[in-house]
């Protein structure tokens, strides 16, 4: 038996053998489980059925039926009055537009739409910037549209009284001519834009108000890259990274490339194309991590070093030397600090050459002028670093918003109008910004809903949603994009532009003023099209304008790299540190109320639907601090000088850094919406302002247990493993001798000898003479992203369940990624193993359906609905279903879920799920998947409708389906082509060709050694390890 | 088999190779695809004026070839180009401008030429098409029929003999005791035999009667709840009033409109889509426009407010079904399961859309694998076995419906 020794575990309580643990884990579900604070929990115990109860059910039965046969309900077939050309029943449109949030997250997108409803986002692969695969927060996004928190139209805030434009426009430009003859300031303030029109019009709306000022803020602000940046190159832009020409990656701090950092979908897919092996590429990168708390970036490193987040600058600075004393360059004095791997780091950066990158995750701009230092002694400048096209999705001035808080708090400020942002709830001084605020006279916010900003402004005019909007955007230079509408505005929305314009006295449709824009800056940038309007067409059609930029100079670093590293020598390094980060599926916050996010696991701590404080091990110990599944997690609270102390709960992080703890920002919203409103707490009023700009570093923060307890909605450890070998992986040395190295190869012993499980079955098998649909997966491709988890969950149609439900072990997700911690310590060894679990190596595992050839769950099924196609698919059937429960039990990969509750409809989920309970939430789901209700389970069908859709297409048009024209809704949303699906009967296509050259190599499918044979097959993890 | 082909769908990449040339470089089948789908609301191929003139001839009044390509894809640029013969025919027929076709290629038009051509010297009969819908379909509903037709010959046979056997008895048995009361040498006992008398009120207060009519009856009373319970949800014959009395007679059967022509997507999608207003107003701008069932239709319009049909087929819940795998893929005719559609003056569901019927009807299809190069690899697989039917490639699996 080959294979490697590793011991993988999925969370803390597996590893330590948690009592609660192991009897959960023989237990597939939670019995008797009801959801507290409803009736069902305070009457479980004394409400036993009677017979009366039956009598009463047996009549209400009886009568349903009778009913039931009486007259069927009238219903109604309401056709179009004048049906839109380009609309047909039933057949899906699509349109290109794009995703932009307040967070630096770009998405070129196709919105799908049908009978005039977007009910999906998929990449555009005709754009440069992101061709492949989405975030998740795209993907999410969707819901956001049919949000019932939106505001329905203006609002009159001082009257408290819903109002219409024309009384707004009134008001407000009556006030602006006051506000301007005063010579009060008059202040926008907003988040990055990225939309050259948006910019266009706001320039508009200042020369008609000279005194106006537009004041860019990010929650999660860049501003120390763009600032280092502005010293070093004279350029205060966020950097380009072609992380597919680097062979050594360094990230430091919380360089989250591949999950939170602006261009992350982009990065993932770069980072993803150094990382593939196949037989004819056998290199691949190799990604060093320093950072305090674990991230998704940190997760993918090859190797990784938990340092405390007040060593970064130490660690950029000793890096520098090293290389520098590798290369012949100047030292620059910093207190000598080792850390492990950064010797290694040091070597292979200095060998690698413009081969290698450093990148930093730091606001503090004297950390990034080293970085910047380091990647201009390596030459990786116009190699991998791009200067000359950067990108633009952050460009927050942290000084120009500190002024600006000034200026309000002294009353300067006339007229101050927010868009896309909310700094009452995101910006450190929030509570003071909000105080302030009433000291100018006129308040006006755009956003979509009355948040914590928005509520104290006179006047709300909501803007679009971005798919009922048109708009434009260049999230990298000379990359532009078009957003247009794809549904009528569902209330009295009007786009911000408009109202600017309409107050600097333009009356001309912002479309229209698009339109103009480009024709006056872009159009000339092509040759392809003579006449405006076929450009126009041509860019709408396509999404994106990707003119060709000339090739600028090559930059030179200016930077002073001695004074910044004396700046990071001092450094404080007093008592615990709190580290501020972000989830990948919440971010700053913005989003906060869409319940698809807050379902959506954080990929590291598997937690949802909280935030909550990341504590390493030894402190854990130290506090005496504990968590299960039974009793929940200890409560802590933190205290930070000068600010309101707050509890929360503690989670035991495998991999922070001792003497750092971390907490996520995005939470705690009080004014967002149902969904949002209180989970979790606010971290923004911890971070620092400061001349170096916001930090999110805190130090000298005490931690003490707060002696209550409150459960976490993790996942993590709801499927256990037991010990099997799930994951497989190997080190690139060793793959690099043999294809299939750290592959796992049982054999079964027979009275014949050992034989390979394959080889004996019960069965006759299947024999697909059509297609035989399967699914390959990646394990080094994928970064735990998320994506393709929310992708499955707006195809499918599957429920927001909430956070207790995900505490009792009923979360819904088809496709989950699992994560594992993993060590290469002995699996008796306990010291050891407690060691690694301050720092594991961890790897993703998207989990779904297998569709097993063998299917344990088809045979145990009494009434047959859960049978195999003859195209490769386990099938599951609705309505057949009756909710036994005997194919999950005996799933071996648990993933089947069953239906506790009718989601969609009962009250009690109201709030983790009001979307889907209103007529207007529903208008997000997909027609062409049934909606579950309670009682039946579920499970990946393989998108049988896309496989459905594609094959009849192929029917009209009377050929056969091409390879890669049916894609899974996790395939086309996951950004690194990590997930291949395909007709395993076609030798021509992707997946057969593949399967061909990795069958004795890479592959494997999960617990090969019971003889399910899915049609699901995965490819080893390698890591670049010596 | 061709022509129906040609005429049940409206792809006319589809139709262009469905039969060779007939004449004038047009293929007249194809031709009448088209025709039907496009041009027939308004003109005939006859001399008759419907809306438009009748286009019999055609060829000899327009001024070239090129005009007519011109004005068919676009009519109204030809008037506004001051083209002499152009604006003859649009002032002659009451300044109604002519539809613009402007999808429909040269090829296209050629074949409608042809169509036109081979119509007026052809003249083919009016059921000709329809005739061959059915003779092309494949599904046979009228076996079961058949089958049930004898048994009832039989069943009845029977009774008839049983009641004769039962008439031959009671006569026997009357001329028994007749002759036996006319002996003299009985004994007492003999006697009282023969002359006892049947009891009815005791026979039917005996436990067996009382059992057998209670079984009956409890059978009899399952039986008709059982049947009563299987016919939950199921509509057959579900003829609603509808808010507009179209008749489907009319337009369909008489004026033999083509299907696709109102309903849009029934080629191309999963709905076969209930008409849009805009659609009616093709032809209802001009005709029958003082009707008052038509009335209706101006009021909508005039009140922007749709027309709420009443939905006749509903499908059960959690099923999948779609048009176009059915009439484009499988070239199934309408009638297949919406009955004699074209002689309903109030659609009625004539199908009992339920699963059975459903299973049924693919275990008995054979798939249309004809011309499709999707099917050749299954058809190369089967070819020396039974035929291909719907079943034996998956057609009864459950996810094809229920997902």
């Not at chain 2, 327009?62 to 002032?91: E, L, M, R, T």
Request: net charge neutral; hydrophobic share 40%.
């Amino acid at each position: 038996m080959e294979g490697n020794n590793k011991v993988y575990w999925k969370g803390l309580e597996e590893l330590s053998n948690d009592i609660h643990f192991v009897k959960n884990a023989e237990r597939e579900f939670p019995e008797g489980t009801p959801l507290p604070g409803t009736e069902a929990a305070a009457n479980a115990d004394i409400m036993p059925a009677s017979r009366r109860d039956f009598l009463k059910v047996m009549g209400f039965g009886m009568a349903a039926v009778t009913l039931a046969a009486c007259e069927a309900p009238v219903k109604k077939a309401i056709p179009y009055l004048n049906k839109p050309e380009e609309i047909e029943a039933s057949i899906a449109n699509y349109y290109a537009s794009t995703y932009v949030d307040t967070d630096g997250d770009y998405n070129s997108v196709l919105v799908k739409t049908r009978e005039g409803r977007p009910i999906k986002i998929e990449p555009n692969p005709l754009s440069g910037v992101t061709p492949a695969g989405t975030s998740a927060r795209a993907q999410a996004s969707l819901l956001s549209l049919y949000d019932l928190e939106r505001l329905k139209g203006p609002f009159n805030g001082k009257e408290k009284k819903a109002t219409d434009w024309k009384s707004v426009d009134a008001a407000i430009g009556q006030q602006l001519q006051q506000v301007a003859s005063s010579g009060k300031a008059i202040r926008i303030v907003s988040s990055t834009i990225i939309s050259p029109s948006t910019k266009a019009a706001i320039k508009e709306f200042i020369a008609k108000y000279p005194t106006a000022q537009h004041v860019t803020y990010d929650a999660n602000s860049s501003a120390g890259i763009l600032n280092a940046n502005q010293t070093s190159f004279g350029k205060a832009v966020l950097p380009f990274y072609n992380f597919d020409k680097a062979e050594v990656i360094v990230g430091i701090g919380n360089a989250d490339f591949l999950g939170t950092s602006p261009g992350s979908t982009t990065y993932s897919a770069l980072y993803a194309k150094t990382r593939k092996l196949g037989k004819d590429k056998k290199k691949m990168s190799r990604h060093y991590q320093f950072e305090s708390t674990l991230s998704s970036t940190g997760a993918n490193a090859d190797y990784r070093t938990p340092i405390k987040s007040s060593q970064e600058g130490l660690v950029a600075a000793n890096l520098y030397n090293k290389i520098a004393k590798k290369l012949g360059a100047a030292p620059v004095s910093a207190p000598a600090l080792d850390v492990k791997g950064l010797d290694d780091a040091a070597n292979e950066l200095a060998s690698a050459k413009s081969a290698g990158v450093v990148v930093a995750g730091s606001n503090d701009p004297n950390v990034q002028t080293i970085v910047n230092a380091i990647n201009n002694l390596l030459g990786s400048y116009n190699t991998i670093i791009d200067l000359n096209a950067p990108l633009t999705l952050k460009a927050g001035d942290d000084t120009a918003m500190a002024n600006f808080a000034k200026e309000l708090s002294q009353g300067q400020v006339g007229a101050v109008f927010f868009y896309n942002a909310n700094p009452v709830y995101d910006y450190p001084t929030g509570k003071q910004f909000g105080e302030d605020l009433k000291k100018a006279s006129l308040k006006v916010s755009f956003s979509d809903r009355m948040d914590e900003t928005t509520s104290l402004c006179d006047y709300v005019c909501p803007d679009h949603n971005f798919l009922e909007a048109w708009n434009d955007a260049e999230p990298r230079t000379g990359y532009f994009s078009l957003g247009q509408p794809t549904i009528n505005p569902i209330f009295q929305t009007r786009a911000a532009q408009q109202s600017l314009l309409a107050w600097a006295g333009n009356t001309v449709e912002y479309d229209k003023f698009i339109q103009s824009y480009w024709r006056t800056n872009l159009f000339s940038l092509q040759s392809k099209y003579s006449s405006f309007k076929e450009f126009w067409i041509h860019v709408l059609h396509d999404g994106v304008f990707e003119p060709k930029n000339a090739p600028v100079a090559a930059v030179s670093f200016a930077g002073d790299v001695n004074a910044a590293a004396a700046a990071v020598g001092k450094a404080g390094n007093n008592g615990i540190e709190l580290v501020l980060y972000q989830k990948i599926g919440i971010g700053n916050g913005a989003m906060a109320n869409n319940p698809w996010l807050q379902e959506l696991p954080d990929p590291i701590s598997r937690a949802c639907w909280d935030n909550y404080l990341t504590v390493s091990h030894k402190m854990a110990s130290e506090l005496g601090l504990t968590q299960s599944e039974e009793d929940g997690n200890d409560l802590v609270t933190v205290e930070i000088p000068g600010k309101p102390a707050i509890t929360l709960p503690a989670l035991i992080q495998p991999g922070q850094a001792e003497g750092t703890v971390g907490l996520a920002l995005g939470y705690g919203r009080e004014k967002a919406g149902k969904a949002a409103n209180n989970v979790g707490v606010n971290a923004y009023p911890f971070a620092s302002v400061s001349a170096l700009g916001v930090g999110y570093v805190v130090n000298g923060v005490k931690v003490t247990k707060a002696g209550e307890k409150r459960k976490i909605a993790q996942v993590q450890t709801h499927h256990t493993i037991m010990a099997r070998p799930i994951v497989q992986e190997a080190k690139l040395s060793e793959y690099q001798k043999k294809a299939n190295a750290g592959r796992f190869m049982p054999k079964v012993a027979t009275s014949e000898g050992k034989k390979k499980a394959t080889d004996i079955s019960l069965w006759h098998g299947h024999k697909y003479q059509n297609h035989s649909w399967g699914m390959v997966i990646d394990l080094n491709s994928c970064t735990g992203c998320g994506s393709c988890v929310v992708a499955c969950t707006v195809e499918n149609n599957v429920p927001v369940v909430g956070r207790q439900e995900v505490i009792n072990r009923r979360e819904m997700h088809w496709l989950r990624i699992d994560r594992y911690y993993s060590s290469d310590a002995p699996k008796d060894d306990v010291k050891a193993l407690e060691e690694a679990s301050a720092n594991p190596e961890v790897v993703f595992q998207p989990m779904l359906c297998q569709h097993c050839n063998n299917a344990p769950c088809e045979t145990v099924c009494p009434v047959l609905a859960t049978t195999h196609s003859s195209e490769g698919l386990n099938q599951m059937t609705y309505n057949r279903c009756f909710g036994t429960r005997y194919c999950a039990n005996n799933c071996p990969y648990k993933v089947r879920r069953f239906n506790w509750f009718n989601y969609t409809n009962d009250e009690r989920f109201s709030d983790v799920n009001y979307m889907s309970q209103t007529d207007l939430g529903k208008m997000v789901l997909n027609p062409d998947v049934t909606v579950r209700t309670r009682g039946v389970m579920e499970k990946c069908s393989m998108c049988v409708q896309r496989i459905q859709e594609g094959k009849l297409n192929a029917k009209k048009e009377r050929r056969r389906p091409v390879d890669g024209e049916i894609a899974m809704a996790c395939e086309s949303a996951c950004s690194t082509g990590a997930i291949l699906f395909g007709d395993m009967n076609d030798p021509e296509s992707r997946i057969s060709k593949l399967i061909a050259e990795e069958t004795e190599g890479r592959m494997f499918q999960v617990l090969e050694e019971i003889n399910t044979r899915p049609q699901v097959s995965y490819l080893t993890k390698i890591r670049n390890k010596a | 088999m061709v022509l129906l082909l040609a005429a049940l769908t409206c792809s006319t990449v589809w139709a262009q190779g469905a039969a060779p040339a007939a004449s004038g470089g047009g293929d007249a089948a194809a031709g009448e695809a088209l025709f039907k789908n496009n041009c027939a609301a308004c003109h005939a191929a006859s001399d008759e004026v419907v809306v438009g003139p009748g286009l019999k001839g055609v060829m000899t009044r327009v001024p070239n070839k090129d005009w007519v390509y011109k004005w068919v894809k676009n009519s109204s640029a030809v008037i506004a180009s001051g083209d002499a013969y152009g604006n003859q025919i649009f002032n002659k027929y009451n300044k109604l401008q002519m539809q613009s076709f402007p999808d429909l290629q040269n090829a296209d038009i050629d074949n409608i030429l042809a169509y036109i051509e081979s119509a007026a010297t052809a003249a083919p009969t009016a059921d000709q098409a329809k005739a061959d819908g059915q003779g092309g379909a494949t599904a046979a509903p009228a076996e079961s029929g058949l089958s049930t037709q004898y048994f009832t010959i039989i069943l009845v046979a029977l009774l008839v003999v049983l009641a004769l056997v039962l008439l031959v008895l009671i006569m026997i048995i009357t001329l028994l005791t007749k002759f036996l009361s006319n002996r003299k040498d009985l004994s007492d006992d003999d006697r009282e035999l023969l002359e006892q008398r049947t009891d009815i009120g005791k026979l039917l207060q005996s436990a067996v009667v009382k059992g057998a009519v209670l079984i009956i009856a409890v059978l009899l009373l399952g039986k008709i709840g059982l049947d009563s319970v299987m016919r939950i949800g199921i509509a057959q014959g579900y003829a609603p009033k509808q808010p507009i009395a179209y008749s489907h007679k009319l337009h369909a059967g008489e004026y033999k409109i083509n299907c696709a022509y109102c309903h849009t997507s029934v080629y191309k999608g999963k709905n076969a889509s209930i008409p849009s207003a805009n659609i009616c107003m093709n032809c209802h701008s001009v005709i029958k426009n003082s009707s008052p069932e038509i009335k209706k239709l101006y009021t909508a319009i005039e009140n922007n407010q749709p027309i709420e049909w009443i939905r006749v087929h509903n499908l059960p819940d959690h099923a999948y079904f779609n048009h176009s795998q059915h009439t484009n893929v499988g070239g199934l005719a309408c009638q297949n399961c919406h009955g004699d559609i074209e002689k309903m003056e109030v659609v009625e569901q004539v199908a009992p859309l339920t699963m059975g019927w459903c299973i049924d009807c693919h275990r008995k299809t054979e798939v249309n694998t004809k011309g499709n190069a999707y099917y050749d690899k299954l058809v190369a697989i089967h070819a020396s076995k039974e035929p291909m039917k719907v079943a034996t490639i998956g057609g009864i699996e459950c996810s094809k419906c229920h997902y």
